[in-house]
T-cell receptor, first 113, second 114 residues
Framework: AQSVTQLGSHVSVSEGALVLLRCNYS??????LFWYVQYPNQGLQLLLK??????LVKGINGFEAEFKKSETSFHLTKPSAHMSDAAEYFC???????????FGTGTSLTVIP | EAGVAQSPRYKIIEKRQSVAFWCNPI?????LYWYQQILGQGPKLLIQ????????DSQLPKDRFSAERLKGVDSTLKIQPAKLEDSAVYLC????????????FGPGTRLTVT
């Protein structure tokens, strides 16, 4: 069975500081990987996705993530946090075997002015 | 293009009552998903449709939950009877294909069971 682990349910950073949100997955085959953002009382919005092309994936709002097969990781980063980045972030994995999406438990990002 | 529409946005019912949620996916999207998101957790897939056929409903509590997508467009998710633990946000998403395609999410329906 697939699983997605997001280390740190709450992360706080100062405005302008580096954002690092961690995601590890369990998969025996290269999966599709996604990061979604959820603002309060809204649905999920795709930030970026990895689909076996370049291992460094650039997304919207200045976010990027790097797929590291050896570490089974897909951490999300942003060089400089903005107040508008405060939200809940979800990592998700999908493999063609089983054809299911699995979401992590989410990381709540707080940006301190 | 219009996004994924869901209604109602909020619903409060008593336990043992019934409730239904409606979802209209993005036009032309063949795949439709229903997720349950309990407070503090990530979304959990309940059921996935490909056109009007069920692809995966392994995590759907079939004794009380049902879903249909009769014409392969909009979909309804029903809970009958509701339990306290069903309190959650129910998210609908659609994608143009299955596999690694991006899912587009609706705003969700927040259900409170008292």
């Amino acid at each position: 069975a697939q699983s997605v682990t997001q280390l740190g349910s709450h992360v706080s950073v100062s405005e302008g500081a580096l954002v690092l949100l961690r995601c590890n997955y369990s998969s025996s085959v290269p999966p599709y990987l996604f990061w979604y953002v959820q603002y309060p009382n809204q649905g999920l919005q795709l930030l970026l996705k990895y689909t076996s092309a370049a291992t460094l994936v650039k997304g919207i709002n200045g976010f990027e993530a790097e797929f590291k097969k050896s570490e089974t990781s897909f951490h999300l980063t942003k060089p400089s946090a903005h107040m508008s980045d405060a939200a809940e972030y979800f990592c998700a994995v999908h493999t063609n075997t089983g054809n299911q999406f699995y979401f992590g438990t989410g990381t709540s990002l707080t940006v301190i002015p | 293009e219009a996004g994924v529409a869901q209604s109602p946005r909020y619903k409060i019912i008593e336990k043992r009552q019934s409730v239904a949620f409606w979802c209209n996916p993005i036009s032309g999207h063949a795949t439709l998903y229903w997720y349950q998101q309990i407070l503090g957790q990530g979304p959990k897939l309940l059921i996935q449709f490909q056109n009007n056929g069920v692809v995966d409903d392994s995590q759907l509590p079939k004794d009380r939950f049902s879903a249909e997508r009769l014409k392969g467009v909009d979909s309804t998710l029903k809970i009958q009877p509701a339990k306290l633990e069903d309190s959650a946000v129910y998210l609908c998403a659609s994608s143009s294909t299955s596999g690694g395609a991006e899912q587009y999410f609706g705003p969700g329906t927040r259900l409170t069971v008292t």
